[in-house]
């Protein structure tokens, strides 16, 4: 269930309710940042888009303003999150879909590898034509070619926690991923939502909870913030990235969507952001307060689910009117909405929205939740085009090898194989026989919870490997139940037998609770009691290949290195053509190179983080300390010397490779100049005043009648008694020293993209069969409380056997700075800095001292 809060219309970004928790000194606080960054007309990229909607905006009314920033509420129109029409100008409103595997409710689209699977290949290309599919299929459901703006399609940020579905814990290579999904989407004409924004580590109480007060908190410091949970953000600014989502939980104690230091002062000061902030569904918790601090556009647009309220829409309206919230601020959101239109491409006409989120049915209500409004609502258009090819492909190439023995893959035509294991098999109940995917039947290929698309087909691995086995005429036989060990043990006791293991372990959103656990998982061990079917057949197999679907990683500690246990493959989620895909791997047409994007560790206690499961505040919001800093995943193993069992980067191929010639050249940089100069003042676009005294308006009666429209029970109290300081100022404002010049590309001060160091180095293909290989580039930028080394570059690259090929990477300013505290900006330390080159994380076998 998704919990709703009914807050105050009242002040924020500054300590909230929550209990100071036992021996802690003060409760975490989030500092002011205002006022609100207004958009920059030369910003570069988006001067064109900032044109276009500055014509559009100057044409618009008050009303028409706020209905863009405003849902229409839950389950009113067809999309899962719809803004106001402008019927006078043509408009009608913007569509928000999910999901980041495809489109959510969708009939006749793709279902997707998720983003942490694609990001195991480490392969750019992938990335952006995964996000270039899906955007087209979002914008075909608008029937014909153009204009389908559509959100909450996206990359979530790094992730700091080891159970989560999203776990993304590297953020160089979760910003080169997300830059791509970006670039993807938009090419398409669809505007993509980076989120969630920021510090969303976990479900347990993102919401709250029956028993807390409010969300839960994420403390974290401020280098913390820069050099690991901001960075992938940065590079989907840089990619021209059209709108983001601030998220559910709060930050030092403020919540995400009201917090004026992340919304004001990081996104749209430092960084530049020209687009807009839409808060996650439900996740407003103040009108006013909202708004000053950045939000520009709410959603689904009801304060709770389906209570005809709303913080903006009426209110918002009043508001402007009433002096609290000043006009520019409300130009602002409408501005930054329409260029983000505009900018991928979009025109005012645009097509019908051809699907319905609520029912599959033709014909059905238009204003579902109402029953209102019988029509055509779906119009069944097939979107897929073969994208099949390509989910075929990026699933393969995303399949990690972990471990092969004995030459144990690929498989050649073996005379009898054994399938064992539910995840090699379908749910009885079909691909999509649970609702948002919120259950774990049959093989694991997505997660759950809203970041879901229906499965037009599933082939599992068990048809996949039916069919590949008749093609060879190798004796095939099954056991797709994990508690039928009478039958396992039969088949897999036999002579010749290679025995094929599926297992799985899943996790999803926080609304659905599967076998206990409530979006997190709860421990880290395989479900189904998969470690200890692999046990048992290992023991009786003495060759047992075994493929994990999962959301993160598992303890493989007590069967991994058994000698029976030839290979171990880790397929994350990869989408409706799973068993396809696997076969691929398996039999070698495709040569695997991909790498694991988390660390697998011995044991859960090896990660040094944890989920808080139970309130830790009493009944205040739970309190998370990120005190571990930047040591997450890789670095935090590096950091304590606790050996993993596969390290992060590490992949296997087929074929071999070795490294040589490591060289590392200069560039000239010039020194890195603090951005200064100041913004314009902020411009309203209103062709008139708002409000004209004794001018006779249709829509509202300033005096007592406002109080009734509003319905905020505080009705009355000024901007000057509930709002920060400088909330409403409009004169110019200093630009950020770590931010763009009145002339940049957003993404933050230019310099930090000039170029310090190029880095080569020869790869050579050793084996006896083509194979890619994905070489990688760390730094040790060598300060005390740097990470041991850092992921600052990779590719991905086919080598034919006996040849070699010239890996070459750049290191820009920003990968070789720290975030500074005191100077609020980036600098090169003086540590000595070294660069590697090497398959993983741990095999660095390649070194060269960096000259600054
Ligand atoms: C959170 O508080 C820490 C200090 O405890 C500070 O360094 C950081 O900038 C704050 N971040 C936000 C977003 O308020
Ligand atoms: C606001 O949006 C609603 C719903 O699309 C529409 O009916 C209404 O006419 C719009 N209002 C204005 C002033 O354009
Ligand atoms: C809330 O607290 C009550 C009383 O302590 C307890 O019985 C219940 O299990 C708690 N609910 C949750 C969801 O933790
Ligand atoms: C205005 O916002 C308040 C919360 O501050 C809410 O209680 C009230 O219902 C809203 N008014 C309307 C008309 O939605
Ligand atoms: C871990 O959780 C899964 C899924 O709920 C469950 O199947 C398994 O039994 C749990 N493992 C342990 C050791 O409790
Ligand atoms: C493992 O083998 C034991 C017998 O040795 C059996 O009791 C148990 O059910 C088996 N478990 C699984 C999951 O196969
Ligand atoms: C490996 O498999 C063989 C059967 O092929 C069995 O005899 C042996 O005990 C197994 N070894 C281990 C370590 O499980
Ligand atoms: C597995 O055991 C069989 C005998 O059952 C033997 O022929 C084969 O060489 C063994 N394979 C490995 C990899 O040890
Ligand atoms: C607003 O309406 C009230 C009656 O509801 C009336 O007394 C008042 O004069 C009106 N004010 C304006 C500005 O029209
Ligand atoms: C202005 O309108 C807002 C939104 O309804 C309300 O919260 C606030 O109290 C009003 N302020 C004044 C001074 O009337």
Redesign the pocket.
């Given at each position: 269930m998704r919990y709703a809060f009914v807050a105050a219309w009242a002040a924020c970004s500054s300590a909230a309710s929550a209990q100071p928790i036992e021996e802690r000194a003060e409760t975490a606080h989030s500092p002011p940042f205002y006022p609100s960054p207004w958009m920059n007309p030369k910003a570069i990229g988006w001067e064109d888009a900032y044109v276009k909607a500055k014509d559009f905006i100057s044409q618009m009314t008050l009303l028409e303003k706020v209905n863009l920033t405003t849902g229409v509420g839950w389950q009113s129109e067809q999309c899962v999150g719809q803004v106001g029409s402008i019927p006078r100008l043509g408009l009608r409103g913007l569509c928000m879909q999910d999901s980041p595997l495809g489109v959510r409710f969708g009939d006749y689209v793709s279902a997707f590898p998720s983003g942490q699977t694609v990001a195991a290949s480490f392969d750019r290309v992938l990335m952006y034509q995964r996000g270039k599919a899906m955007g087209q299929e979002h914008k075909d459901k608008g029937r014909e070619r153009h204009a389908w703006p559509c959100c909450r399609t996206s990359w979530s940020p790094p992730r700091r926690r080891k159970k989560l579905g999203r776990l993304f814990p590297d953020p160089w290579l979760t910003g080169v991923g997300l830059a791509e999904t970006v670039k993807g989407i938009q090419d398409t004409g669809v505007i993509a939502c980076a989120k969630h924004f920021i510090v969303n580590e976990q479900e347990h109480f993102r919401q709250g909870?029956?028993?807390v007060s409010d969300a839960i908190s994420s403390n974290v410091d401020d280098k913390t913030m820069h050099e690991l949970y901001l960075w992938p953000f940065v590079d989907a600014v840089r990619a021209g990235v059209g709108s983001f989502m601030c998220s559910y939980n709060q930050v030092n104690n403020s919540y995400a969507c009201q917090n004026s230091k992340l919304l004001n002062g990081i996104l749209k000061s430092e960084l530049g952001f020209q687009g807009f902030v839409m808060s996650d569904w439900a996740a407003q918790h103040s009108g006013a307060s909202s708004a000053v601090a950045g939000l520009d556009m709410t959603m689904p647009g009801d304060v709770a689910f389906n209570d005809g309220k709303s913080y903006w829409g009426t209110n918002l309206t009043l508001a402007v009117i009433n002096g609290t919230i000043p006009e520019y601020r409300l130009d602002d959101m409408a501005m930054r909405i329409m260029a983000a239109f505009f900018k991928t491409g979009n025109e005012i006409e645009q097509p019908t929205i051809n699907f319905d989120s609520w029912t599959k049915d033709t014909y059905g209500p238009m204003h579902y939740y109402a029953n209102e409004g019988n029509q055509q609502i779906n119009w069944h258009v097939n979107v897929q085009r073969d994208h099949r090819n390509l989910i075929r492909d990026v699933a393969a190439k995303s399949t990690v090898l972990l471990k092969n023995e004995n030459n144990a893959l690929p498989l050649k035509a073996p005379k009898f194989l054994a399938v064992i294991g539910e995840d090699a098999g379908p749910n009885p109940k079909g691909p999509n026989g649970c609702a948002d995917r919120g259950c774990d039947d049959g093989t694991l290929a997505m997660g759950w919870g809203s970041g879901t698309a229906d499965f037009p087909y599933l082939v599992t691995p068990l048809d996949a490997l039916t069919m590949k086995t008749a093609d060879d005429g190798t004796r095939l036989e099954h056991v797709i139940d994990n508690y039928a060990w009478s039958s396992t043990q039969a088949l897999v006791s036999q002579a010749d037998v290679t025995a094929l293991v599926f297992v799985n372990a899943d996790s999803g959103e926080g609304y659905i609770t599967v076998d206990g656990n409530e979006g997190d998982r709860n421990n880290l061990t395989l479900w189904g009691s998969g470690d200890e079917l692999i046990k048992n057949v290992s023991s009786l197999c003495n060759n047992t290949i075994v493929v994990i679907h999962s959301t993160g990683p598992t303890v493989v500690t007590e069967w991994y290195d058994s000698p029976n246990v030839t290979a171990i493959l880790w397929a994350g989620l990869p989408g409706q053509e799973s068993g396809r895909s696997i076969v691929d791997v398996l039999y070698g047409r495709v040569n695997p190179a991909a790498r694991t994007p988390f660390t697998w560790g011995a044991k859960r206690e090896d990660y040094g983080t944890d989920i808080i499961y139970?309130?830790n505040n009493g009944a205040g919001a739970p309190q998370q300390d990120f005190t571990e800093g930047v040591m997450i995943d890789y670095r935090y193993f590096d950091y304590k010397n606790i050996t993993p069992i596969f390290e992060f980067g590490h992949g296997l191929s087929y074929t071999t490779f070795e490294y040589s010639n490591i060289k590392v050249e200069k560039s000239v940089a010039g020194k890195y100049n603090p951005t200064t100069g100041s913004t314009p003042e902020a411009p309203t676009f209103a062709n008139r005043s708002p409000y004209i005294p004794y001018y006779i308006y249709p829509y509202l009666n300033t005096t007592s009648s406002a109080a009734e429209a509003s319905q905020d029970p505080d009705y009355g109290k000024t901007a000057e008694e509930f709002l920060p300081p400088n909330a409403i100022a409009s004169e110019v404002q200093p630009l950020n020293a770590a931010g763009p010049a009145a002339s940049d590309e957003p993404g933050g001060n230019r310099q930090l993209w000039d170029i310090m160091q190029t880095v080569t180095a020869t790869i050579t293909n050793t084996g006896s069969i083509v194979g890619e290989e994905v070489p990688q580039l760390y730094v040790a930028l060598g300060g005390p409380t740097d990470p041991p080394v850092q992921l600052r570059g990779f590719d991905r690259m086919r080598i034919e056997p006996g040849q070699s090929a010239e890996f070459r990477a750049i290191l820009t300013r920003r990968d070789l700075s720290n975030w500074d505290v005191a100077s609020q900006n980036w600098v090169i330390s003086e540590h000595p800095k070294t660069v590697h080159v090497g398959p993983s994380s741990r095999k660095l076998v390649l070194s060269a001292p960096l000259e600054i």
């Amino acid at each position: 269930m998704r919990y709703a809060f009914v807050a105050a219309w009242a002040a924020c970004s500054s300590a909230a309710s929550a209990q100071p928790i036992e021996e802690r000194a003060e409760t975490a606080h989030s500092p002011p940042f205002y006022p609100s960054p207004w958009m920059n007309p030369k910003a570069i990229g988006w001067e064109d888009a900032y044109v276009k909607a500055k014509d559009f905006i100057s044409q618009m009314t008050l009303l028409e303003k706020v209905n863009l920033t405003t849902g229409v509420g839950w389950q009113s129109e067809q999309c899962v999150g719809q803004v106001g029409s402008i019927p006078r100008l043509g408009l009608r409103g913007l569509c928000m879909q999910d999901s980041p595997l495809g489109v959510r409710f969708g009939d006749y689209v793709s279902a997707f590898p998720s983003g942490q699977t694609v990001a195991a290949s480490f392969d750019r290309v992938l990335m952006y034509q995964r996000g270039k599919a899906m955007g087209q299929e979002h914008k075909d459901k608008g029937r014909e070619r153009h204009a389908w703006p559509c959100c909450r399609t996206s990359w979530s940020p790094p992730r700091r926690r080891k159970k989560l579905g999203r776990l993304f814990p590297d953020p160089w290579l979760t910003g080169v991923g997300l830059a791509e999904t970006v670039k993807g989407i938009q090419d398409t004409g669809v505007i993509a939502c980076a989120k969630h924004f920021i510090v969303n580590e976990q479900e347990h109480f993102r919401q709250g909870g029956p028993n807390v007060s409010d969300a839960i908190s994420s403390n974290v410091d401020d280098k913390t913030m820069h050099e690991l949970y901001l960075w992938p953000f940065v590079d989907a600014v840089r990619a021209g990235v059209g709108s983001f989502m601030c998220s559910y939980n709060q930050v030092n104690n403020s919540y995400a969507c009201q917090n004026s230091k992340l919304l004001n002062g990081i996104l749209k000061s430092e960084l530049g952001f020209q687009g807009f902030v839409m808060s996650d569904w439900a996740a407003q918790h103040s009108g006013a307060s909202s708004a000053v601090a950045g939000l520009d556009m709410t959603m689904p647009g009801d304060v709770a689910f389906n209570d005809g309220k709303s913080y903006w829409g009426t209110n918002l309206t009043l508001a402007v009117i009433n002096g609290t919230i000043p006009e520019y601020r409300l130009d602002d959101m409408a501005m930054r909405i329409m260029a983000a239109f505009f900018k991928t491409g979009n025109e005012i006409e645009q097509p019908t929205i051809n699907f319905d989120s609520w029912t599959k049915d033709t014909y059905g209500p238009m204003h579902y939740y109402a029953n209102e409004g019988n029509q055509q609502i779906n119009w069944h258009v097939n979107v897929q085009r073969d994208h099949r090819n390509l989910i075929r492909d990026v699933a393969a190439k995303s399949t990690v090898l972990l471990k092969n023995e004995n030459n144990a893959l690929p498989l050649k035509a073996p005379k009898f194989l054994a399938v064992i294991g539910e995840d090699a098999g379908p749910n009885p109940k079909g691909p999509n026989g649970c609702a948002d995917r919120g259950c774990d039947d049959g093989t694991l290929a997505m997660g759950w919870g809203s970041g879901t698309a229906d499965f037009p087909y599933l082939v599992t691995p068990l048809d996949a490997l039916t069919m590949k086995t008749a093609d060879d005429g190798t004796r095939l036989e099954h056991v797709i139940d994990n508690y039928a060990w009478s039958s396992t043990q039969a088949l897999v006791s036999q002579a010749d037998v290679t025995a094929l293991v599926f297992v799985n372990a899943d996790s999803g959103e926080g609304y659905i609770t599967v076998d206990g656990n409530e979006g997190d998982r709860n421990n880290l061990t395989l479900w189904g009691s998969g470690d200890e079917l692999i046990k048992n057949v290992s023991s009786l197999c003495n060759n047992t290949i075994v493929v994990i679907h999962s959301t993160g990683p598992t303890v493989v500690t007590e069967w991994y290195d058994s000698p029976n246990v030839t290979a171990i493959l880790w397929a994350g989620l990869p989408g409706q053509e799973s068993g396809r895909s696997i076969v691929d791997v398996l039999y070698g047409r495709v040569n695997p190179a991909a790498r694991t994007p988390f660390t697998w560790g011995a044991k859960r206690e090896d990660y040094g983080t944890d989920i808080i499961y139970e309130p830790n505040n009493g009944a205040g919001a739970p309190q998370q300390d990120f005190t571990e800093g930047v040591m997450i995943d890789y670095r935090y193993f590096d950091y304590k010397n606790i050996t993993p069992i596969f390290e992060f980067g590490h992949g296997l191929s087929y074929t071999t490779f070795e490294y040589s010639n490591i060289k590392v050249e200069k560039s000239v940089a010039g020194k890195y100049n603090p951005t200064t100069g100041s913004t314009p003042e902020a411009p309203t676009f209103a062709n008139r005043s708002p409000y004209i005294p004794y001018y006779i308006y249709p829509y509202l009666n300033t005096t007592s009648s406002a109080a009734e429209a509003s319905q905020d029970p505080d009705y009355g109290k000024t901007a000057e008694e509930f709002l920060p300081p400088n909330a409403i100022a409009s004169e110019v404002q200093p630009l950020n020293a770590a931010g763009p010049a009145a002339s940049d590309e957003p993404g933050g001060n230019r310099q930090l993209w000039d170029i310090m160091q190029t880095v080569t180095a020869t790869i050579t293909n050793t084996g006896s069969i083509v194979g890619e290989e994905v070489p990688q580039l760390y730094v040790a930028l060598g300060g005390p409380t740097d990470p041991p080394v850092q992921l600052r570059g990779f590719d991905r690259m086919r080598i034919e056997p006996g040849q070699s090929a010239e890996f070459r990477a750049i290191l820009t300013r920003r990968d070789l700075s720290n975030w500074d505290v005191a100077s609020q900006n980036w600098v090169i330390s003086e540590h000595p800095k070294t660069v590697h080159v090497g398959p993983s994380s741990r095999k660095l076998v390649l070194s060269a001292p960096l000259e600054i």
